[in-house]
């Protein structure tokens, strides 16, 4: 099985801590729609007997675009890949994008159901206006809540973003978030630390004076709050920055975490085939001139088995799956497999780490610090 993500490269307004490939000008976008089915076209010999079990739009802000332009690209896909039966077709989308009414009455909902969509992945990353004004976020709070009432009567497979550590945000008011998206009965949470990005504008208005630094000792309360709260209420910490219940975790983002090959389709979109990673460049006028050219605007590195055994490494840890000591001799050889088992000693002895059933696995207090764990089992500067 595989993945198709196609990247949408629009916002209205920047956020102030996205460091993403966007433009605020849709001067471009139909230009780049065509773009995108012509680089679907172009592709297709990359999954020759591999079925897409998934199709991701995510940016930038997907639910930019019109219902025809997401029908056009979903059956671009179809007529050129062979896709499963019932495939996870996620949407990527912005509150204020999910509260207008379309034509006949029928509400944005509707019609993403009528093209394919059957999960949508919604932005809300606050409920409080404080924290939406100082992300630059375009929705408030009351779109946020009167989108996720609408959303819940047509979609049962919704996810929320949230974000935590954010500047002048209390364990109280995060506690309110949490509780906000459970009283909707949202089967999926991912949720990520306010990170800053080096040249966007939160990282200027910091080091302004404007806004106070981000307090990491305050996100990692935030984060534990987090599990605590939505493992009570039946959610299960799949990944570092993901929850869901049971039947509802990302089959997207699982795929990324177990190494299935995607397709990034876009401009900065990035490709895996298991051996290599690719990406498109970041540019939407070069990528558009590109594809028109019959050119595939990628860049691409083969992976040492170094770079794989890290790989591995680097996501497994942050999933439930741990990494399988197994896997590591068979696919790397014993001389990874034991070089693993000693750098992590002293996380085990720590307390951060453990080993259960063959797999190595952060403990709950070690998933905070899983990625800064995670580089230093790397192996460096080895064929």
Same mark, same amino acid.
């Given at each position: 099985?595989?993945?198709?993500?196609?990247?949408?490269?629009?916002c209205?307004?920047?956020c102030h801590?996205?460091?993403f490939?966007f433009?605020t000008?849709? =001067?471009?976008?139909?230009g780049?729609?065509?773009?995108?089915?012509?680089?679907i076209e172009?592709r297709?010999?990359e999954?020759k007997n591999i079925t897409v079990?998934?199709?991701?739009?995510?940016g930038?802000?997907?639910?930019? #675009?019109?219902?025809?332009e997401?029908? @056009?690209?979903?059956s !671009?896909?179809?007529?050129?890949y062979e896709?499963?039966?019932n495939p996870e077709?996620t949407?990527?989308a912005?509150p204020d994008d999910?509260?207008s009414?379309?034509a006949q009455?029928r509400?944005i909902?509707e019609?993403?159901?009528?093209v394919?969509v059957n999960?949508l992945?919604?932005g809300?990353?606050?409920? @409080?206006?404080?924290?939406l004004?100082l992300?630059?976020?375009a929705?408030n709070?009351?779109?946020?809540k009167?989108c #996720?009432?609408?959303? /819940?009567?047509?979609?049962?497979?919704?996810?929320i973003?949230?974000?935590?550590?954010?500047?002048?945000l209390?364990?109280?008011?995060w506690?309110?978030?949490i509780? /906000?998206?459970?009283?909707?009965?949202?089967?999926?949470i991912?949720s990520?630390? #306010?990170?800053?990005?080096?040249?966007?504008?939160?990282?200027?208005?910091?080091?302004?004076?404007?806004?106070?630094n981000?307090?990491?000792? #305050?996100?990692?309360?935030?984060f534990h709050?987090?599990? !605590?709260?939505?493992e009570t209420s039946?959610?299960?910490?799949?990944e570092?920055?993901?929850?869901?219940?049971?039947?509802?975790f990302? =089959?997207n983002?699982?795929a990324?975490?177990?190494?299935k090959?995607?397709?990034?389709?876009?401009p900065?979109a990035h490709s895996f085939?298991?051996?290599?990673r690719g990406?498109?460049?970041r540019?939407?006028?070069k990528?558009?001139?590109?594809?028109?050219q019959?050119i595939?605007?990628?860049?691409a590195?083969?992976?040492?088995?170094?770079?794989?055994?890290n !790989?591995?490494?680097?996501t497994?840890?942050?999933?439930v799956w741990g990494v399988?000591? !197994?896997?590591?001799e068979?696919?790397?050889g014993?001389q990874?497999?034991k070089y693993?088992l000693e750098?992590?000693?002293?996380y085990?002895?720590?307390h951060?780490?453990?080993?259960?059933d063959d797999?190595?696995?952060? /403990? =709950?207090?070690?998933?905070?610090?899983?990625?800064g764990?995670a580089?230093?089992?790397?192996?460096?500067?080895l064929?």
């Open positions: 099985m595989a993945g198709i993500y196609i990247h949408i490269p629009f209205k307004q920047a801590y996205c460091d490939h433009s000008s849709l =001067k471009k976008k139909d780049l729609v065509k773009a995108l089915v012509k680089e172009l297709k010999g999954f079990e998934t199709i991701y739009f995510g930038g802000t997907p639910s930019l #675009l019109t219902i025809d997401l029908r @056009f690209l979903i !671009e896909v179809y007529n050129n896709v499963a039966k077709i949407l990527e912005n999910l509260v009414v379309r009455s509400t909902f019609d993403y159901k009528r394919g999960r992945s919604i809300v990353q606050s409920f @409080f206006e404080a924290d004004k992300m630059n976020r929705h709070a009351d779109e946020a009167s #996720l009432k609408e959303a /819940t009567k047509h979609f049962d497979n919704i996810s973003d949230l974000i935590y550590g954010i500047p002048g209390t364990n109280n008011n506690i309110k978030n509780e /906000t998206v459970l009283s909707y009965n949202i089967p999926h991912s990520y630390a #306010l990170t800053v990005e080096p040249k966007t504008a939160l990282d200027t208005f910091i080091k302004n004076g404007v806004i106070d981000v307090d990491d000792d #305050l996100a990692q309360q935030q709050i987090l599990i !605590e709260k939505l039946g959610f299960v910490h799949y570092l920055s993901n929850f869901g219940k049971h039947d509802y990302s =089959k983002n699982s990324y975490w177990q190494g090959p995607y397709l990034g389709i876009g900065s085939n298991g051996n290599e990406w498109n460049v540019n939407n006028s990528y558009i001139q590109s594809i028109e019959n595939l605007p990628i860049e590195e083969i992976l040492s088995t170094t770079d794989k055994y !790989e591995y490494v680097m497994g840890l942050r999933t399988s000591l !197994e896997k590591i068979q696919d790397f014993i990874y497999k693993l750098q992590s000693e002293k085990i002895n720590q951060l780490l453990y080993i259960d797999k190595l696995l952060v /403990t =709950k207090k070690g998933k905070f610090l899983s990625d764990i580089s230093d089992l790397f192996k460096i500067n064929a």
